[in-house]
């Protein structure tokens, strides 16, 4: 092959390359698009994603707070039924003490006016009889959670006593409790009825004539 020849086949062949680089690099750009665009849907939909969890992390914290709530507030009527159930069984019977402290009372006084009669010896059967009934009445009522107030000698108490009068006395310090007219009665410490008492006061300075 002559000189000329292979001087024309080295044209040729740069003007193949020449004619190839256009569509390599026109590939090359696509690729790279392509990429780009790859990556933009990736990082869309990583954040959609992850706004998605936040939002549903958020309802789940909500939903967890109602349910808190709920309970908290189930555990409360619970605790009030309860209470309101051993109340009822505390002082269910309060109703029926109020109508059976009459007959104590009665009793009482059939024992006062047996052991002031004439003829002891008439009475000593009746005031033993009663006296043994009243007994067996008042410890029955005891464990019941019944609580006589008997307070004679004590300090006048208004949350438990009733002041039917006041009355001079130096012989015992003012404000104290020298006669019970009733006794007063509790219930598991709740007062059913209070003592109906006498109490004393000072002794008024005399006056000058």
Do not use: W
């Amino acid at each position: 092959m002559s000189s000329h020849e292979e001087q024309t086949d080295d044209i040729n062949s740069a003007e193949t390359d020449e004619k190839q680089s256009p569509d390599e690099s026109v590939e090359a750009s696509a690729d790279e698009i392509v990429e780009g665009t790859v990556e933009e849907i990736k990082e869309v939909t990583v954040e959609s994603l992850q706004a998605e969890l936040e939002q549903a992390a958020e309802q789940a914290l909500k939903f967890k707070d109602v349910a808190l709530r709920a309970e908290a507030e189930m555990q409360n009527v619970q605790r009030r039924a309860i209470k309101d159930l051993e109340k009822a069984h505390k002082f269910g019977s309060e109703k029926l003490i109020q109508n059976l402290l009459p007959v104590i009372d009665s009793l009482e006084k059939a024992v006062e006016s047996a052991e002031t009669a004439a003829d002891e010896a008439a009475n000593k059967a009746v005031v033993e009889g009663v006296g043994l009934c009243l007994k067996m009445l008042t410890d029955l009522l005891g464990k019941e959670g019944v609580k006589m107030l008997d307070p004679m000698g004590e300090p006048f108490d208004p949350n438990h006593h009733q002041a039917m009068s006041m009355i001079e006395n130096p012989d015992v310090e003012p404000n104290s409790v020298v006669a019970v007219i009733q006794k007063g009665y509790t219930l598991n410490e709740r007062l059913v009825r209070p003592a109906m008492v006498m109490v004393s006061k000072a002794v008024s300075p005399p006056t000058g004539e």
